[in-house]
Structures are given as structure tokens and as C-alpha cells.
């Protein structure tokens, strides 16, 4: 059974950081592409960000233009875990964040329950 699970959330005021992580159990790591979405009130989820499994080179990422520079993804494929570093928060990034995680092959995508990310000003 596939479990993603996410922590890591919380309220702060803007321009704080807070870093969120996503440990995964029952799939194989390093074959899936992970990601970060976030969801915000009324709005469509949307992609933050997300990286591969590459071993060589510790992985490929890919950012939502906004984040660029302000939030970091990383990986560790021996813990099985990605996170999602959020630096200089601001308010508009208050949102609920979900972790993905989908087979380079196959494209099955698993979910996590989501963490709240609330941003004041």
C-alpha cells in the first residue's frame, strides 16, 4: 500500500520560511517524479515544483515561475523523502501543499493528504 505523507506546515508571517517534507513508503523511490502543488481557496491546484529521480545528478527540478529563487525542492532517495524549502513566504503562497509522487514509466501518480500553508502579512 502506497502512503505519502506530508509535514511541515504551519502559519507565519511573510517573509519567513518554512521547509515541508513528504516521506513515501510502498512505491520505489528513485522511479518517481516528485512534486509539490498547492491549492488555494476557490482556486485550481496548481504545480510548485518537482523533481526526478536522477542518482547521477542528484535530480532534475522544475519551479512555477513565482517560487523561482524563494523555494528550493530536494530529494533523498535513502530516506525516501522530498522536501520543499519556502523561503521569503508571502501571503499569496498561503494555500493547502500536496505531494506527488509519479512512476517515470507509467505515470500513476500517488497523493499525500495535504499540509496547510497559511502566510500573514
Known amino acids: 500500500q502506497v502512503h505519502l505523507v506530508e509535514s511541515g506546515g504551519g502559519l507565519v508571517q511573510a517573509g519567513e520560511s518554512l521547509r515541508l517534507s513528504c516521506t513515501a513508503s510502498?512505491?520505489?523511490?528513485?522511479?518517481?517524479?516528485m512534486g509539490w502543488y498547492r491549492q488555494a481557496p476557490g482556486k485550481q491546484r496548481e504545480l510548485v515544483a518537482n523533481?526526478?529521480?536522477?542518482?547521477?545528478?542528484?535530480?532534475?527540478?522544475n519551479y512555477k515561475g513565482s517560487v523561482k529563487g524563494r523555494f528550493t525542492i530536494s530529494r533523498d532517495n535513502a530516506k525516501a523523502t522530498a522536501y520543499l524549502q519556502m523561503n521569503s513566504l508571502k501571503p499569496e503562497d498561503t494555500a493547502v501543499y500536496y505531494c506527488?509522487?509519479?512512476?517515470?514509466?507509467?505515470?500513476?501518480?500517488?497523493w499525500g493528504q495535504g499540509t496547510q500553508v497559511t502566510v500573514s502579512s
Open positions: 506527488a509522487a509519479t512512476h517515470l514509466i507509467s505515470g500513476k501518480s500517488y
Open positions: 510502498g512505491i520505489l523511490f528513485p522511479l518517481h517524479v
Open positions: 523533481i526526478t529521480g536522477d542518482l547521477a545528478s542528484g535530480g532534475t527540478t
